[in-house]
């Protein structure tokens, strides 16, 4: 069994920093509680086994789940495994939650601060976290330096699963404006 506070995600506001790989830490300094990370209506929780994963599926009913491996082995070429990064990098929201479990390897998931626009929050995950961001919030991914990362994803029967980049557009969906209202930012 291993402990929670070991094997906490660890959470920071990122330093906004160009120019540097985004893979690497860009800590700036400031840390965030899991508290201060639930203000933003984003939940973890370590799960030392997939059944306690399995758990928190049943409860919040998600019946289908894929897992994700990447690297750059699992790309065609480096072009193609660039293109997935920058992807998965784009500030986007989706109409449902996301949650992912990481089963091997490390990975970064930023989130906006809405009470500060311009902040992103990073949260580095590793092995056992499990991190579920609510419906309306924008973020993104990357990998870290370790460039690799297996997760699994949880799905719901009809998963409203499309990425919507941010825009004014997006900024007018109700699930943003849900979003925001939830946690007094409207
Ligand atoms: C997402 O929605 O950005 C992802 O699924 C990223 C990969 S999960 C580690
Ligand atoms: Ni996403």
Redesign the pocket.
Known sequence: MRYKQENMVKVYVHDNKSGIDYRESHNSGTELSLDELAQLGVIYKYCATEAEVDEIAKERQYKNRDV?D?HQGSFKNETDFNEKLAM?YKEHL?EDE?I?Y?LEGT?YFDVRDASTPENWVRCRVEPGDLLILPPGIY???TLTSSNH?K?L?LFKDEPKWQ?INRSTQADSLPVRKDYLSQINQY
Do not use: K
């Open positions: 994700v990447i998965f989706h996301e992912r990481c990975g973020h993104r991914f990362i997760a994803r990425a």
